[in-house]
């Protein structure tokens, strides 16, 4: 249906690439206004910022290691979140006893902690520790709440009637702020590691580009998360099925403490922007401001606060929020996308238990389907598609993209609507509300016909 986006989103299929590939096309501009230096002086990989006036084409830059140390971490953490949550929902139900709906409802609220703490996360980092301290915090926070994970469990923790609340405390209190912490600062300090401007190469007239750069390293840094995923699922519920929760849990925590070695190891070649204050409170006193000064006849309802004197902000600043407002309309329709979205992780695999599939198989691991998409297409689209298309003066603006995204993924539910009810009308067990309906049972449809929608 729709993959995993940092946020994340959370790894991608097609429609949520299409949907997400300009999410961070204010990041991008922001990138090309000023230069990557300390102290006024223009960073060494980069000759000139402003665009030469011999400049033919202009190319993707490398990405140096230090950046892809902070991809690896990325797809650590993503094959830890995607490789212990993808169980939840059986796990609540086989292992804790929980119905279905208690099952999606518990999983719904690990979704929702992993998303609304992204806002402690950018506040953290912009006021006080910056986003290198800030993603390291909150990554022990995580790795924490994956070890209570594991030792929840086990079966001494089972039978001690711990694991529901070691669940519990472990997602919630841990995990949930852990991921979300990390999420709302890791991309953009991937695209600081970047250096602002141009760059000749060998061939004249050709230069790299820094803004083309970071859309490559946000291309891979989402290719990370997708191959993370995959590991994840495909690992993590074989184990799960074939050994124990136990192991399985922790194959993520283990892997996750490797991803933080890593992100450590880079530690003296990142570049670290101290904090400034977070924007959003200046943004709630420039809107105070603005609404108390309103005058007539303006043209906005924001245009009080232009022109004022002894305040924090300017009037380009008044002027980009505006915009900014204006761009934010867009994500009116999100909460519509993000509804459908999140049926992957419980509700598709609900569906799944009811259809028939071997033995080897765990409902729950057809969301590799979904990553296996991405780890192939985002790379295909960076080396051949994007470059094709920008020789040919062509390129896809984000309304377009963010449409088709939307049309993709209705399709994909118009199809799951109609694999229900065919679920229905086959045997033996019909809708599942007979007298003789065992626990587990399933009804006479191949579980392979999931495919479709794990991949649109």
């Known amino acids: 249906m729709a993959s995993k986006m940092n946020d994340r989103v959370d790894a991608m299929s097609f429609s949520e690439k299409v949907l997400h590939s300009t ?62 949550s993808l169980m939840f929902s059986i796990y609540l139900q086989k292992i804790l006893g929980r119905t279905k709906p208690q099952a999606v409802a518990l999983n719904r609220v690990n979704q929702f902690m992993s998303y609304a703490t992204t806002i402690l996360g950018a506040i953290i980092a912009d006021q006080w520790l910056g986003k290198y301290k800030t993603i390291l915090g909150f990554a022990i926070l995580y790795l924490i709440g994956l070890v209570l ?27 949930g702020f852990g991921t979300g912490g990390i999420k709302s600062n890791v991309s953009s300090f991937m695209a600081e590691q970047i250096p602002t401007g141009y760059k000749a190469t060998k061939t004249p007239g ?4 820094s803004k083309l750069t970071v859309e490559r390293g946000f291309r891979y840094f989402y290719w990370s998360i997708n191959v993370g995923a995959f590991i994840g699922q495909m690992v993590c519920p074989q184990v799960a099925k074939n050994k124990s929760y136990t192991l399985a849990y922790m194959i993520p925590a283990i892997v996750f403490f490797v991803g933080i070695a890593v992100f450590v190891g880079g530690s003296k070649r990142y570049t670290k922007k101290k904090p400034q204050g977070t924007v959003l409170l ?9 609404r108390k000064n309103k005058r007539e006849g303006q043209k906005h ?35 519509l ?30 969301n590799v389907v979904n990553s296996l998409v991405l780890v192939i297409a985002i790379p295909l689209f960076d080396r051949f598609i994007f470059p094709l298309l920008r020789r040919c003066g062509f390129r896809l603006g984000p309304i377009a993209r963010i449409t088709t995204g939307f049309v993709i993924v209705v399709l994909g539910f118009v199809y799951v609507t109609v694999l229900q009810k065919m679920i229905y009308t086959k045997g033996p067990y019909y809708d599942f509300t007979g007298p003789d309906v065992p626990v587990g049972a399933t009804n006479d449809i191949s579980v392979w016909l999931q495919i479709v929608p794990y991949a649109a």
């Open 149 to 175: 994970l594991t030792l929840s469990s086990a079966d001494f923790s089972i039978d001690g009637g711990f694991g529901l609340p070691g669940f519990c405390i472990a997602v919630f209190a841990f995990i």
């Open 23 to 84: 999410s961070n096309s204010s990041e991008l501009d922001n990138f090309s206004e000023k230069p990557h230096a300390v102290a006024g002086v223009v960073s060494q990989d980069v000759d000139i910022i402003e665009p030469p006036a011999d400049m033919v084409r202009a190319v993707p830059g490398r990405l140096s290691p230090w950046t892809l140390m902070v991809v690896v971490m990325e797809l650590c953490e993503r094959l830890a979140y995607y490789g212990a």
């Open 301 to 335: 309802w924001l245009d009080g606060a232009l022109g004022a004197a002894d305040q924090e902000w300017n009037d380009e600043f008044v002027i980009g929020l505006q915009r900014s407002l204006r761009a934010c309309k867009v994500f009116l329709f999100y909460p």
């Open 282 to 290: 200046k943004v709630w006193r420039c809107i105070k401001y603005a």
């Open 337 to 366: 996308y993000w509804a459908l979205y999140n049926n992957m992780s419980d509700n598709f695999i609900n569906q799944g238990m009811t259809m028939r599939r071997p033995d080897w198989l765990s409902v729950d691991q057809l």
């Open 206 to 209: 050709v230069y790299e580009d």
